[in-house]
């Protein structure tokens, strides 16, 4: 039967075939693989728009007001990546539970080629990870952590009045505990990644224990150069390098 002939279901409404491939353990892994690589392409993306803050208050405001000024928008490609991000961690469990299912492992898949501490608690950091994005959504994005300093209003240089995300940013992080929480959750991120970037090929199948190492390398250059960027920004605030006008 022709690939063709097969992609409508009796009813016609739904596609088994890719269905049926997508919940394949190859299908989950694939998917996990390339939410994976989606959200590390992200990550880079928003450390972009964050180092603006170095370039002093009106360079971040005018980020931020381009970015609201996508309006609806705004929220569709922030559904699209929390879709992303909950399809990522959706799979993940049902990869770990399904290896757990056949050969009584804990993760996610059973790595052959060697473990560590960060290997067996992927789904730990996993999980705190997934808790410090919805902190990180409620502070900056929702404003419920911090609402006074997330609704000040500014002006630009030339008098275009804007909100004050230079001021919003610098006072989040000026609370101690804050950013302790924010170095934490980052550090946590950077081991998941570490690991994660290197597995979405071995959960692929496309690696070796030959090229293994060098993959790790990779990994971890990629995760902890994330890390150097996202942490320096509370660091700065907390030492005054980088503080209010």
């Not at 059973?110 to 789904?123: A, D, E």
Request: overall charge positive; hydrophobic content about 50%; some cysteine.
């Amino acid at each position: 039967m022709s690939a063709t002939s097969t992609i409508t279901s009796q009813n016609g409404l739904v596609n088994l075939p890719i269905l049926r491939w997508i919940f394949s353990n190859i299908g989950k892994k694939t998917v996990v693989a390339l939410t994976g690589t989606l959200l590390v392409m992200f990550l880079f993306g928003h450390l972009i728009g964050n180092f603006t803050l170095y370039l002093g208050p009106d360079a971040i405001n005018i980020y931020a007001e381009k970015l609201q000024s996508l309006g609806p928008l705004l929220w569709v490609i922030r559904l699209g990546l929390l879709a992303v991000f909950l399809t990522h961690i959706w799979f993940t469990v049902l990869l770990m539970l399904e290896n757990h299912a056949a050969s009584g492992s804990k993760y996610i898949c059973k790595n052959n080629i060697g473990s560590t501490v960060f290997v067996r608690t992927m789904k730990y950091t996993g999980l705190i990870v997934f808790a410090f994005v919805v902190f990180h959504l409620a502070h900056f994005t929702l404003g419920w952590v911090q609402p006074q300093a997330c609704h000040e209003m500014t002006k630009l240089a030339d008098g275009t009045p804007v909100k004050d995300v230079h001021s919003m940013v610098i006072k989040g992080f000026q609370n101690v505990p804050i950013s302790l929480f924010y170095i934490v959750a980052l550090t946590l991120l950077a081991f998941h990644l570490s690991h994660g970037i290197s597995s979405l090929f071995q959960t692929l199948g496309i690696t070796t224990k030959k090229i293994h190492p060098c993959l790790e390398k990779i990994g971890a250059i990629i995760a902890w150069t994330l890390w150097c960027g996202y942490v320096s920004i509370p660091v700065t605030v907390l030492l005054g390098i980088v503080k209010l006008h």
